[in-house]
């Protein structure tokens, strides 16, 4: 018999992670998780594995609990067969571990991380190559019964079908398309090398959406849709396998396909149903009276299941007791106190995952005694597993990243191996958080890491982070730990710095005046200085005539903004180190009398950044930070003429290790020039760096572009834009590397700071 995992296109209601789809073919489709008899088969429903036991102990005789097999309490359950069942576990990896358990004690079978499967005819687990068992087109049939027996591979890709259920080691029932639209249904069997197929008749022509229960006497019940398109209903129809032939049908108001499931026995046929005044209920019709009834299960995400057997049907809630109802008498017997899942093992009997009061929490199958009446034994144990503790920690309490390459190496030990941690680093002034599963990376108790400094692709800011790691099994059984530490990041301040992360930031104006400010990379990735992330500042920046990034003038740990208007006031802009500013604040007037300004640059050796100015005059004036938001600059020192023979002045700190920063000069001819800074506010004799500098418009002093301790100049024009990165050499300064900074936008900023 098969027990065909069909996924929920629009609810979960309990259905295991990888039968969900985002397929919604229905408009009232809702996730059925009904189980199957020993005569049926279908969705099988899963629930947390731990609840409360409130109901009284079953009148069953308990099974010995010894000698039986066991799963881990965390795991899901994957179906189950005749002569074991299959249970998965998600790594801490996202991966999905598929197992399958004998019954009889065996060893169980690793089956890997399939995308789906399916489980029918006997022991045989059908793997396939998506997560939707109707969209199988390729399988892999193991046979469990004899696992060390080569898989047989079934290619439908050929016959232009898909899955619908396993009939045997070496059969399945498949939907074919044909090239007219229609489809067919069809037995398809694999002998050798060659695959044969048969077509099933006596169904509608314009069968279609098929699904199937399992095989079960060499019958199958199969459900689909027929009838006009704007009128489509369901039927149902038992096929012999062997004929080739349907059958004994039965109608009802849809096909299923996507939610419902099929089950049969001796005297009943159900399948589940859907309306919005019942929720989920089983549709059972007697076969010998064809009198029907309808079981409400719950609502649409109440994680109810149910079960076929005989003439009776077991069903629930994971909140509430078990029970069996007798579909001709109406009779109800509790067979748990509490389950979450039933399903048909292909051999007369259902296996439930749940709770009695006697027995503890397991595996249990239900099988008609010889009264007629549902008996319970247990046939597995759910273990809790060892718990997992930390048991050493190894977080540093400061790390400077510019001192090790921007990552930090993190380690735990474990007392147990076959586990993870799950690790979240919060940054507490912000909240934001990365988290990394990890893994041993040598496989013993010694869990390691190395963080890459960033949160969500962006240099983590500076400050207090906390440190939380938490253990898990990797199969779920048994207890966690967990540990917290705080960690504090630092850096070498950079002047151009406004997020606090010890990487550039660059600030461009558009034509229609709204400022945005894109945050580099701290480091070259792949030899290339790179954006991380770009905000949008505001609009309103066209009333400035000029806008300069000046780095901390008013002795807060970040960079400021001033800007000039066109009536001559310069503003000053506070930045709060979250990449925002304060309300501007006016420095004063009459600094309309110059046309060039440039700052960011510890010019006098004081520690705090200085402003230089060119006038129409062409004298150039040096205005010292005071570290004073009130009065962020001293009164003017004049440094010397002749500066209107450049067209472009650029701070840009330190970069040839003289004694204080250095200033860039730009001539008409687009040669620039180099002016070491003497440490006073003045500069040595100028040197030429060389020419064709012309192509840009805008030369920035970007502070510590690629941290490698030296400031850099980044150059914006209309041919592209390049970052010089500082040598320390006074004969060749820079040499020039690429960035995807406004790249294919040379021509879009007007002011680039």
């Known amino acids: 018999m098969a027990h065909t995992y069909v996924p929920c296109p ?57 000698g039986l097999p066991g799963y881990a309490e965390a795991a899901e359950m994957g179906g189950v067969a005749p002569s074991g069942f299959l249970t998965y576990s998600f790594e801490a990896d996202s991966s999905r571990q598929l197992r399958w358990t004998p019954f009889d004690g065996g060893a169980p079978v690793a089956l890997g991380e399939p995308e789906g499967w399916s489980i029918g005819g006997g022991d045989v687990v059908v793997l396939g190559n998506t997560s939707w068992t109707a969209e199988f087109t390729s399988l892999s049939l193991r046979n469990m019964a004899a696992p060390s027996s080569p898989a047989v591979e079934i290619d439908l890709g050929p016959l232009n079908g898909r899955y619908v259920s396993v009939l045997s080691p070496t059969s399945v029932l498949a939907q074919l398309a044909k090239g007219d639209g229609t489809t067919e249904l069809h037995v398809v069997t694999k002998t050798g090398a060659e695959t044969t197929s048969r077509k099933v008749t006596g169904l509608p022509a314009d069968a279609a959406d098929f699904l199937a229960s399992g095989v079960q006497g060499g019958k199958v019940l199969v459900g689909y849709a027929t009838g006009p398109q704007d009128a489509r209903t369901g039927g149902r129809a038992f096929v012999d396998v062997a004929a080739g032939t349907a059958s004994e049908t039965y109608a009802s108001i849809e096909s299923g396909y996507d939610f419902s499931t099929l089950q049969f026995s001796d005297s009943h046929v159900a399948w589940v149903d859907y309306n919005r005044t019942d929720g989920l209920y089983v549709t059972s019709v007697d076969r010998t009276t064809k009198e029907r009834k309808k079981t409400v299960l719950g609502a649409r995400d109440s994680e109810a299941y149910a079960g076929l057997l005989g003439e009776w049907l077991v069903h629930g809630t994971p909140e509430n007791t078990a029970r069996a109802v007798n579909l001709r008498t109406g009779e109800t017997k ?31 199958r239900i099988a008609l005694a010889q009264d007629g009446a549902p008996a319970v034994t247990k046939v597995a144990n759910e273990v809790l597993g060892a718990p997992v503790a930390i048991l050493g920690t190894q977080v540093p309490a400061t790390v400077n990243l510019d001192a090790n390459g921007g990552r930090v190496a993190l380690g735990w030990t474990l007392s147990r191996a076959d586990a993870y941690l799950a690790v979240t680093l919060t940054h507490n002034a912000t909240g934001k958080w990365y988290q990394q599963y990890v893994h041993s990376p040598t496989g013993d108790e010694n869990f390691s890491f190395e963080w890459d400094g960033l949160l969500e692709g962006v240099d983590a800011p500076n400050g207090a982070y906390t440190v939380r790691a938490e253990s898990a099994p990797n199969d779920g059984a048994g207890a966690g730990d967990q540990s917290t530490r705080q960690m504090t990041l630092t850096r070498t301040p950079n002047p151009h710095d406004y997020t606090n992360n010890g990487s550039t930031d660059v600030f461009a104006r558009d034509s229609a005046g709204v400022l945005w400010r894109d945050d580099l990379r701290d480091r070259p990735v792949n ?49 709060k180190g979250d990449g925002t500013f304060t309300a501007r604040k006016q420095v004063g007037g009459g600094w309309g009398a110059y046309n060039k300004i440039t700052g960011g640059s510890d010019l006098n050796g004081d520690g705090r950044s200085d402003l230089l100015a060119t006038d129409a005059s062409g004298v150039l004036w040096f205005y010292k930070g005071t570290g004073d938001s009130t009065r962020p600059f001293a009164t003017r020192v004049k440094v010397g003429g002749g500066w209107g023979a450049y067209n472009q002045l650029t701070a840009v700190g330190n970069i040839a290790g003289a004694a204080a920063g250095d200033l860039v000069a730009r001539d008409k001819d687009g040669v620039l020039w180099l002016y070491l800074g003497k440490g006073d506010g003045t500069f040595a004799a100028r040197k030429q760096i060389g020419g064709g500098w012309g192509a840009f418009s805008q030369l920035v002093g970007a502070g510590d572009a690629d941290a490698d301790g030296r400031p850099d100049l980044i150059a914006y024009g209309a041919g592209g834009t390049y970052v010089y990165r500082a040598t320390g050499s006074t004969t060749r300064p820079f040499t020039r590397t690429s960035t995807n900074l406004y790249a294919g936008e040379g021509t879009r900023f007007t002011n680039v700071s």
């Open 10 to 66: 629009v609810f979960s209601l309990g259905v295991p992670l990888h039968q969900r789809t985002t397929h919604a073919r229905l408009a009232t489709a809702v996730a059925a998780v009904l189980a199957v008899t020993a005569l049926g088969a279908g969705t099988l429903a899963t629930a947390p594995a731990a609840f409360a036991a409130t109901a009284g102990p079953v009148a069953e005789s308990p099974a010995q609990a010894e």
């Open 334 to 364: 509790v067979v748990a106190d509490r389950a979450t899942f039933a399903s048909p093992a292909g051999d007369g009997t259902l296996v439930m995952r749940g709770e009695r009061a006697a027995d503890g929490k397991g595996l249990f």
């Open 527 to 575: 030899g290339q200085v790179r954006t991380a992330q770009r905000t949008r500042i505001g609009s309103g920046w066209n009333t400035y005539k000029q806008i300069e990034a000046v780095g901390s003038i008013a002795g807060a740990a970040h960079g400021d903004l001033v800007a000039l208007d066109g009536s001559g006031v310069l503003w000053h802009y506070l930045g």
